[in-house]
């Protein structure tokens, strides 16, 4: 009986003892975490909210522990900012889910519609990577140029639902290389890369109805016409009176007008190399044109008609097609990864379109942008207001505590290896001059526009943590350098102490 009684004091005196240290430990744990949230306070107030380049700017942080799912610092993250390109990520969220693991290039299907006369139809996909320089393999462009003999071309375009320019965009940068307008069928990025010819390369093309100098060369003989078809003659020019200029060099530049694709020569006091302009697209009508002129065929032009057709349950044509096929062109993070790195626009821009087409059959920003906020992000903790891809627009307003849930959305659904190849990290990309001493334990992307300096992403700290976070940064006066560089020793500071 002592013995048992003996066991029994025992094991209540060891459960009180468990009791005690639990207790503590809980409460150490608090005070702890109370005191990570104080020091990153205190460095947010020193490192970025006093900073000489944010005393006048809205500013807004979070910072949130994916392992204890606990934020570690608010600061106005509840707030709404214009995020300049971090918008890239809710679009790269969206194709990472919905493009699967290839992007579809091209659908095609036969009919036999017309008497006596095979006709493959293709429908256009929004795919960016279409004779892209960046891209070699072309499995879309070697469809069409295979030789097909007996057979015709249909071109069948009921998708495109949308306008060239996204919502709030500045559209008097119409010519800038980074607001190539957005289309169904794009071709060469819908960009026109206009070359000077060396001097001894220059001639005059007389074959020609309308004789003309061929001066300067572009990605295909279809924007050569169009280039070198209306050069004006002045005397800085390459011709005066009819006579080329032996010198190598051109002072001059390039203008598009707005509407149209008429291109011309401006005085400049600079040399002309070569320059990238964007094209008017006109739906997918440029496109057409291109690869007819490219390949030596023409395609017919197929109308809507009452007749359903079995293509995404859309619009009836006047051609019956049994069955449609996809030509995969390129593996979707080959895609996604310049899109964050670089922050290419046209490529965002084209993917949330290419979302689109795959979830609604249409190709439009703002039903598919509703489509997401109702279902993925109903969860967000501020309802956003999202309107383009890419974030040239100033009518997007999101706050940091979304792109934290976001990001933690992208963690989970598709790993944090798969993140880490499509974002950037230190030293590369847009943070190609920042975090250089964080490369491979910072992955995130930037966002700028004039007052407006953004950054998020996901940050290992040195005791093995992961963090996501989220800086927005609206209405600065100083330089985006200075912010950026503010923010980065913040930053630095987390992953070295925590």
């Known amino acids: 009986?002592?013995?048992?009684?003996?066991?029994?004091?025992?094991?209540?005196?060891?459960?009180?003892?468990?009791?005690?240290?639990i207790h503590h430990l809980s409460f150490i744990i608090l005070l702890s975490s109370c005191s990570i949230e104080k020091q990153i306070a205190k460095s947010a107030k020193a490192d970025v909210l006093d900073a000489k380049a944010l005393q006048t700017a809205h500013v807004g942080i979070s910072i949130f522990d994916s392992e204890t799912?606990?934020?570690?610092?608010?600061?106005?993250?509840?707030?709404?900012?214009?995020?300049?390109?971090?918008?890239?990520?809710?679009?790269?969220?969206?194709?990472?889910?919905?493009?699967?693991?290839?992007?579809?290039?091209?659908?095609?299907?036969?009919?036999?519609?017309?008497?006596?006369?095979?006709?493959?139809?293709i429908q256009p996909t929004g795919d960016p990577t279409f004779l892209h320089e960046e891209f070699k393999r072309q499995p879309a462009f070697n469809f069409l140029k295979f030789d097909k003999a007996g057979i015709?071309?249909?071109?069948?375009?009921?998708?495109?639902?949308?306008?060239?320019?996204?919502?709030?965009?500045t559209w008097n940068d119409y010519d800038a290389t980074y607001m190539a307008e957005r289309s169904s069928m794009p071709v060469f990025g819908n960009v026109v890369n206009i070359k000077l010819k060396?001097?001894?390369?220059?001639?005059?093309?007389?074959?020609?109805?309308?004789?003309?100098?061929?001066?300067?060369?572009?990605?295909?003989?279809?924007?050569?016409?169009?280039?070198?078809?209306?050069?004006?003659?002045?005397?800085?020019?390459?011709?005066?009176?009819?006579?080329?200029?032996?010198?190598?060099?051109?002072?001059?530049?390039?203008?598009?007008?707005?509407?149209?694709?008429?291109?011309?020569?401006?005085?400049?006091?600079?040399?002309?190399?070569?320059?990238?302009?964007?094209?008017?697209?006109?739906?997918?009508?440029?496109?057409?044109?291109?690869?007819?002129?490219?390949?030596?065929?023409?395609?017919?032009?197929?109308?809507?008609?009452?007749?359903?057709s079995k293509f995404n349950g859309g619009f009836g044509h006047s051609v019956h097609v049994e069955n449609w096929f996809k030509i995969h062109s390129q593996p979707t993070d080959s895609l996604l990864k310049?899109?964050?790195?670089?922050?290419?626009?046209?490529?965002?821009?084209?993917?949330?379109?290419?979302?689109?087409?795959?979830?609604?059959?249409?190709?439009?920003?703002?039903?598919?942008?509703?489509?997401?906020?109702?279902?993925?992000?109903?969860?967000?903790?501020?309802?956003?207001?999202?309107?383009?891809?890419?974030?040239?627009?100033r009518y997007n307003l999101f706050t940091p505590q979304d792109f934290v849930v976001i990001l933690t959305k992208m963690k989970n659904e598709f790993g944090i290896e798969r993140i880490k190849v499509v974002f950037p990290t230190g030293g590369e990309g847009t943070i190609s001059s920042y975090y250089k001493t964080e490369s491979g334990f910072i992955f995130a992307k930037t966002g700028t526009l004039s007052g407006v300096v953004?950054?998020?992403?996901?940050?290992?700290?040195?005791?093995?943590?992961?963090?996501?976070?989220?800086?927005?940064?609206?209405?600065?006066?100083?330089?985006a350098t200075d912010v950026r560089k503010a923010m980065e020793k913040f930053l630095q500071g987390i992953r070295n102490n925590y």
């Not at 003989?221 to 800085?236: G, P």
């Not at 979302?355 to 249409?362: A, C, H, M, P, R």
């Not at 953004?454 to 330089?479: D, E």
Request: aromatic share 14%; glycine share 6%; proline share 3%.
């Open 338 to 393: 310049p899109m964050m790195h670089r922050s290419d626009n046209f490529f965002a821009e084209q993917s949330l379109l290419m979302v689109s087409n795959e979830k609604l059959g249409v190709m439009n920003d703002a039903k598919i942008i509703d489509t997401i906020l109702k279902t993925d992000f109903k969860d967000l903790p501020q309802k956003p207001r999202w309107v383009d891809g890419s974030g040239l627009s």
């Open 152 to 169: 015709s071309w249909g071109f069948l375009d009921t998708i495109w639902k949308d306008e060239k320019w996204g919502s709030g965009w």
């Open 69 to 121: 799912n606990k934020y570690l610092y608010n600061y106005q993250g509840d707030k709404y900012f214009v995020p300049a390109s971090n918008i890239k990520i809710p679009t790269c969220y969206a194709a990472m889910k919905y493009l699967g693991d290839s992007l579809v290039g091209l659908r095609y299907g036969y009919s036999t519609s017309f008497a006596n006369d095979n006709v493959i139809v």
């Open 454 to 479: 953004a950054f998020s992403g996901f940050l290992y700290t040195k005791k093995g943590k992961l963090l996501i976070f989220s800086t927005l940064v609206n209405n600065h006066q100083a330089s």
């Open 198 to 308: 060396k001097a001894a390369d220059r001639f005059l093309d007389s074959s020609l109805r309308r004789p003309r100098y061929n001066v300067f060369k572009t990605q295909c003989h279809f924007f050569d016409s169009l280039i070198n078809s209306d050069l004006s003659i002045e005397a800085n020019s390459f011709y005066f009176n009819g006579e080329t200029v032996a010198s190598e060099n051109l002072y001059g530049r390039f203008e598009r007008q707005l509407d149209r694709n008429e291109f011309s020569i401006k005085e400049s006091a600079n040399i002309f190399s070569q320059v990238n302009i964007p094209f008017v697209a006109n739906g997918s009508q440029t496109a057409k044109w291109i690869i007819a002129d490219s390949l030596n065929i023409s395609f017919r032009n197929l109308q809507p008609s009452r007749t359903k």
């Open 1 to 21: 009986m002592k013995y048992e009684f003996s066991i029994t004091r025992k094991t209540k005196l060891f459960r009180c003892i468990k009791q005690f240290i």
